[in-house]
């Protein structure tokens, strides 16, 4: 396969509509673009940690990182979450996603965030450094059918105290319990 001439980039408003197809068609389902919208509108949003790919102009993926919490018993720690990652099928295998993930991570280590935690396949994210969350003292709640080391984190280079804890996720992704 020919190399893909990838730009990664901040979405745009003028992205939304693109973004959400991409996402639909990664997914196979809307709700995780109806995820990205409510995202998009809530508190947690950081749009310097919003990006899209584009060949030739057109949006092929999408990432996001946002604002979560972390409860250490009775102390709670602003920390920040990868979801979700999207590339249009016709594009995966391309490095598209590594790319955008790659980026995003760069992004967030320079506004000095301390890790970045995500619920995924950690066949994938593990080439990026990602880890199982578990080994740091991290929990996420996770579907019944996604292993344990879905719950993932990437240790970045802020000096920040060694957090551990319970994620608890955004309002905003309780979109995904809609029907």
């Given at each position: 396969m020919e190399?893909?001439?990838?730009?990664?980039?901040?979405?745009?408003?003028?992205?939304?509509?693109?973004?959400?197809?991409?996402?639909?068609?990664?997914?196979?389902?809307a709700a995780e673009a109806r995820l990205v919208a409510a995202i998009r509108a809530s508190d947690e949003f950081l749009s310097e940690l919003a990006l899209v790919?584009?060949?030739?102009?057109q949006v092929v993926g999408h990432v996001m990182i946002n604002r979560c919490r972390l409860i250490d018993r009775d102390i709670e720690h602003a920390i920040v979450m990868l979801s979700p990652l999207a590339v249009?099928?016709?594009?995966?295998?391309?490095?598209?996603?590594?790319?955008?993930?790659?980026?995003?991570?760069?992004?967030?280590?320079?506004?000095?965030?301390p890790f970045v935690v995500l619920e995924g396949d950690p066949r994938?994210?593990?080439?990026?450094?990602?880890?199982?969350?578990?080994?740091?003292?991290?929990?996420?709640?996770l579907p019944d059918w996604a292993p344990r080391e879905a719950a993932q984190v990437l240790r970045l280079s802020g000096d920040g105290p060694a957090l551990r804890g319970t994620v608890v996720y955004p309002a905003s992704f309780d979109v995904l319990d809609e029907h």
């Amino acid at each position: 396969m020919e190399p893909l001439d990838v730009t990664i980039r901040p979405e745009a408003t003028a992205d939304h509509r693109a973004i959400a197809d991409v996402v639909e068609r990664a997914f196979g389902s809307a709700a995780e673009a109806r995820l990205v919208a409510a995202i998009r509108a809530s508190d947690e949003f950081l749009s310097e940690l919003a990006l899209v790919a584009t060949v030739g102009g057109q949006v092929v993926g999408h990432v996001m990182i946002n604002r979560c919490r972390l409860i250490d018993r009775d102390i709670e720690h602003a920390i920040v979450m990868l979801s979700p990652l999207a590339v249009d099928p016709e594009f995966h295998r391309r490095g598209v996603g590594g790319s955008l993930v790659r980026a995003v991570t760069a992004a967030a280590d320079q506004r000095g965030e301390p890790f970045v935690v995500l619920e995924g396949d950690p066949r994938y994210y593990s080439r990026f450094g990602f880890e199982p969350a578990a080994g740091h003292g991290i929990t996420m709640p996770l579907p019944d059918w996604a292993p344990r080391e879905a719950a993932q984190v990437l240790r970045l280079s802020g000096d920040g105290p060694a957090l551990r804890g319970t994620v608890v996720y955004p309002a905003s992704f309780d979109v995904l319990d809609e029907h």
